[in-house]
């Protein structure tokens, strides 16, 4: 019975904190955590990144692979992201295959990944229809303080901003991988910001304690269009609890705010 | 994407206005061993939907001392689209499982029935676009028909954005060849959103005309669901008589 009275204990704490606009850990509702970024954190894989949002801790990393495009586009290249829930970054989590969770936040990170067409994957064509790069953007959470979607995507993110691409030679049809590499062609960077609600509060970047007996969250991911104007690119609500159309519309506008700031922390040279 | 969605008269490819709904036919209790089911005919989405419960939870781990569990989920027919789907569980209707139950569980009344489970199946027919909403929409009324109490129906309805103008109800070609998708679910008579989920380019403004759209269209499946239950417990009740 204890994990049902300590989270209402803690929950009434958190509203009573809200109120006068603050928060356990001394934020403010709108205040990130401090986010670290380090990138090519691991020299065999072809783009990494770790990120920290507070003690949230996530590593990312990009390997490319060749192999059969999908046969609606067979002048496309492929990306795929995965994300593991490894039992080292918390006590919930067990092993074995992905769960929903693990599955809903890969999604989610693929779609804002995805959505802003951040990967150019007409450039991934090797042979029509027979060959093509495949991105494999794998999640690993190494230590699970809240808010991993935000974290896993900037992580993605950055991996992929960091990556490097093979160069291959096509003769016939056959596919010489050289031991030089190119830039990854890349277009719209997407950022994605997480809001819980608790109670009729919005909480940006929620932390364990705040995900733990928020309502329901809030994810938004943002990008620039071709002609440089910021859209919303994916969008995911998750959790037990409803929103009104005024808090989502709130919620909207926070994290539109909230994605210029984090946008700002990017490896220099990106937008 | 060179293929034109809307025709030179303003129409859709089926030939409805932007903010027309597809011909939807909600059955209730259709199935014998089911707590409760109804059936949808949605355009040419066709989905089955079984409750069971509350039951007693299997694993017993999993029972809650102070409320049920609801688990949920989405499957699809490996005939239900285009190519054959492989009947295993995808990542896709993994996740549309878990929003799926999220967007019906805070309309149940879960604190009435602890250490207990209602498990909600739904089951994809035929797939032509807006499955989850389709499957949400009628496992509310599966769930009226279990007699579950509930807070309020859930209606849902998705928008997307074709050749630059917003349309209600999306088919499949629309989502697939459309530049954004944003499903939205709600109890229509809290007006609380219960799901929503977008993808693709919008505007903030544009944001919010699609939710505006949404909530429209939401309305008008709500009447439609509260028709059907109408409908099933007059005929019912007759034939108690």
């Given at each position: 019975m204890t994990n049902q009275i300590i989270p209402s204990v803690k929950r009434r704490q958190i509203i009573e904190l809200a109120e006068s606009g603050k928060r356990m850990d001394g934020r403010s509702l709108t205040d990130l955590r401090k986010v670290e970024i380090k990138t090519n954190v691991v020299e065999k894989a072809e783009g990494s990144a770790t990120v920290k949002f507070g003690d949230t801790y996530v590593i990312a990393g990009v390997k490319f692979e060749i192999g059969e495009p999908f046969p609606d586009t067979p002048n496309e290249g492929v990306m795929s992201v995965s994300a593991e829930f490894v039992p080292l970054a918390s006590p919930g989590f067990e092993t074995g295959p992905p769960d929903e969770n693990a599955i809903e936040l890969a999604r989610v990170v693929d779609r804002g990944l995805r959505e802003s067409k951040l990967?150019?994957?007409?450039?991934?064509?090797?042979?029509?229809?027979k060959k093509v790069w495949i991105a494999w953007v794998d999640i690993f959470i190494l230590d699970h303080c809240g808010n991993l979607i935000d974290a896993s995507s900037l992580a993605s993110l950055c991996a992929l901003l960091t990556s490097k691409l093979p160069k291959a030679e096509v003769v016939g049809d056959e596919v010489k991988i050289l031991d030089e590499y190119a830039p990854v062609p890349l277009r719209a960077v997407p950022i994605n910001i997480t809001l819980a609600k608790i109670g009729d509060k919005l909480f940006v970047d929620p932390s364990l304690d705040e995900e733990e007996v928020m309502d329901c969250r809030l994810s938004v991911a943002f990008a620039l269009d071709d002609q440089k104007q910021e859209k919303i690119c994916a969008m995911q609500k998750g959790g037990v609890g409803t929103l009104s159309f005024e808090e989502l519309l709130r919620a909207v506008e926070i994290a539109k705010v909230k994605s210029q700031e984090l946008r700002k922390l990017l490896p220099s040279g990106e937008k | 994407m060179d293929k034109k969605l809307i025709t030179e008269d303003g129409r859709r490819l089926d030939g409805r206005r932007f903010d027309e709904l597809r011909p939807i036919k909600f059955q209730i209790g259709v199935l014998k061993n089911a707590d409760g089911s109804a059936y949808v005919e949605w355009g040419r989405t066709k989905i089955l939907v079984g409750v069971f419960g509350?039951?007693?939870?299997?694993?017993?781990?999993?029972?809650m001392p102070d409320r049920c569990l609801i688990r949920a989920r989405y499957h699809m027919a490996p005939f239900s689209v285009e190519e054959r789907k492989s009947p295993a569980p995808s990542r896709r209707e993994i996740e549309l499982s878990k929003v799926i139950r999220e967007a019906l569980e805070p309309a149940i009344f879960v604190e009435l029935f602890p250490r207990t489970t209602i498990d909600i199946f739904a089951e994809v027919l035929q797939a032509d676009g807006s499955t989850r909403c389709a499957a949400i929409s009628t496992a509310a009324l599966a769930l009226a028909d279990a007699g579950i109490p509930m807070r309020d129906l859930v209606s849902s309805v998705a928008v997307a954005k074709v050749d630059g103008n917003l349309v209600l109800d999306v088919m499949d070609i629309e989502d697939k060849l459309g530049d954004s998708d944003m499903p939205l679910a709600m109890m229509p008579s809290k007006n609380l959103i219960t799901l929503i989920q977008m993808d693709g380019l919008l505007t903030n403004e544009e944001f919010a005309k699609s939710v505006e759209l949404a909530k429209k269209g939401c309305m008008e499946v709500y009447a439609k669901q509260k028709e059907a239950l109408d409908s099933h417990f007059r005929i019912a009740s007759k034939e108690e008589v």
């Open positions: 990967l150019d994957t007409s450039k991934l064509c090797l042979i029509p229809g | 509350p039951r007693e939870s299997h694993p017993k781990h999993l029972a």
